[in-house]
């Protein structure tokens, strides 16, 4: 079964970096693009980022474009964010989601890492 | 800056019939948008719904159906159970790359 695995989120500071990774199983994961979508504590979701199924195009909300970078290693099935210039509003629990197919929809969720940024 | 608005809640009693909408701040919505719909409960991860406007994700019940209302898309749940108490969210694919969601409906079962 399709299973999505985040990690590395943590406590940083503001203006501070961190990277993010995403550990895909159980599906073929060169073939489907990847998004990351956020939820602040309290709030509702917002999407971030999507990389397509090859790395060859990305695609930013404005919120992060510039400071957040995403990227995926297909030969380790993992998908990253690289979030540099971190501020007190990235704080938010950050969910991968798989793209289904060539449509535009999020069909598989990991559980999720919380980012807190704060001094 | 586009803005995908949905109704902040809705209540709606054991067995009956909800419509949640799905709308943008200018303009109207249409299948063009693909819109989806997710399921959340607190500390939980989205469930996914409806995708393309209408179609139902694996192992949703019938009772969720997705449409076009008007000018906006619609989830409509139809024998409201208890364990449909959750938030509701919708999103829109504005094209290029770019997606966003709305600020979701907290659903109560009462």
């Known amino acids: 079964q399709v299973q999505l695995v985040e990690s590395g989120g943590g406590v940083v500071q503001p203006g501070g970096s961190l990277r993010l990774s995403c550990a895909a199983s159980?599906?073929?994961?060169?073939?489907?693009?990847m998004h990351w979508v956020r939820q602040a504590p309290g709030k509702g979701l917002e999407w971030v980022a999507f990389?397509?199924?090859?790395?060859?195009?990305?695609y930013y909300a404005d919120s992060v474009k510039g400071r957040f970078t995403i990227s995926r290693d297909n030969s380790k099935n993992t998908l990253y964010l690289q979030m540099n210039s971190l501020r007190a509003e990235d704080t938010a629990v950050y969910y991968c989601?798989?793209?289904?197919?060539?449509?535009?929809?999020?069909?598989?969720w990991g559980q999720g890492t919380l980012v807190t940024v704060s001094s | 800056q586009t803005v995908v608005t949905q109704e902040p809640s809705f209540s709606v009693s054991p067995g009956g019939t909800v419509t949640l909408t799905c709308g943008l701040s200018?303009?109207?919505?249409?299948?063009?948008?693909?819109p989806s719909w997710y399921q959340q409960t607190p500390g939980q991860p989205p469930r996914t719904l409806i995708y393309?406007?209408?179609t139902r994700s694996s192992g949703v019940p019938d009772r969720f159906s997705g449409s076009i209302l008007g000018n906006k898309a619609a989830l409509t749940i139809t024998g409201a159970q208890a364990d449909d108490e959750s938030d509701y969210y919708c999103?829109?694919?504005?094209?290029?790359?770019?997606?966003?969601f709305g600020g979701g409906t907290k659903l109560t079962v009462l």
């Open positions: 393309s406007t209408n």
């Open positions: 200018s303009g109207s919505v249409s299948t063009s948008y693909y």
């Open positions: 999103v829109l694919y504005m094209g290029s790359g770019i997606w966003v």
């Open positions: 159980g599906f073929t994961f060169s073939s489907y693009g």
């Open positions: 989601a798989k793209n289904y197919g060539t449509s535009a929809y999020f069909d598989y």
């Open positions: 990389i397509r199924y090859d790395g060859s195009d990305k």
